[in-house]
């Protein structure tokens, strides 16, 4: 089993809808739990972090955390063309801190 | 602010030799953790220093080593390089704590002929 494991896409939605990416993580103690978004030849940029169990909203984005599931998910509202990405689901395992570990990331496309 | 600092942004390299790439973080963080990403194998964990000190370390051969100085900047080597070790080579660096987050450089893209 996957430390982090999220679907690979691609997952195609329509500009102005909603995007909802998955990941499950199997480290039951993990604390931290990132969000990241890399386009094509870049580098993965931090969008959200959560710690506690629940939703947490930064303008379109909302990320949602349930540590008995051991699920993560990130909402986008209003998707738009430049959403268009691979998101990264990272956690910090609660036995090695400070190893953070990376799904494979899921490939978002939003079509006009 | 300054952000994570990454050098060389390009490499290219034959077969058996070697290469040292190198890594500053955000001025004040002390954590720095090494990544290869391939399209194949997506983002591996290589190793994370604080402190001078490696804390941890992914699964790697040895021919993938590294170093941090006492200014929080850290080094990754590989030597004896293969094909396969082509790939995009991230450097992240992050704050104190459990909880913090980290923040990536641009990389440095090696290219193993």
């Known amino acids: 089993q996957k430390e982090v494991e999220q679907n690979s896409g691609p997952l195609s939605v329509p500009e102005g809808a909603i995007a909802s990416l998955n990941c499950t993580y199997s480290?039951?103690?993990?604390?931290?739990f990132f969000w990241y978004r890399q386009y094509s030849g870049k580098s993965p940029e931090l969008i959200m972090s959560?710690?506690?169990?629940g939703d947490k909203e930064d303008g379109r984005f909302t990320a949602q955390l349930n540590k008995a599931s051991q699920y993560v998910s990130l909402l986008i509202r209003d998707s738009q063309p430049s959403d268009s990405a691979t998101y990264l689901c990272?956690?910090?395992?609660?036995?090695?801190?400070?190893?953070?570990?990376f799904g494979s990331g899921t490939r978002l496309s939003i079509r006009p | 602010k300054a952000g994570v600092t990454q050098t060389p942004r390009y490499l290219i390299k034959t077969r058996g030799q070697q290469v040292t790439l190198s890594c500053s973080p955000i001025s004040g963080h002390r954590s720095v953790s090494w990544y290869q990403q391939t399209p194949g194998q997506g983002l591996q964990f290589l190793f994370e220093?604080?402190?001078?000190?490696?804390?941890n370390k992914g699964n790697f051969p040895g021919r993938f080593s590294g170093r941090q100085f006492s200014n929080s900047r850290s080094e990754m080597n590989v030597s004896t390089l293969e094909l396969g070790d082509s790939a995009l080579y991230l450097c992240?660096?992050?704050?104190?704590?459990?909880?913090?987050?980290?923040?990536f450089g641009q990389g440095t893209r090696l290219t193993v002929v």
């Open positions: 220093y604080f402190s001078e000190t490696q804390r």
């Open positions: 480290d039951r103690g993990s604390q931290s």
């Open positions: 992240a660096s992050s704050g104190q704590g459990r909880l913090t987050e980290a923040f």
């Open positions: 990272a956690v910090n395992g609660y036995s090695s801190a400070s190893k953070i570990i």
């Open positions: 959560i710690y506690s169990n």
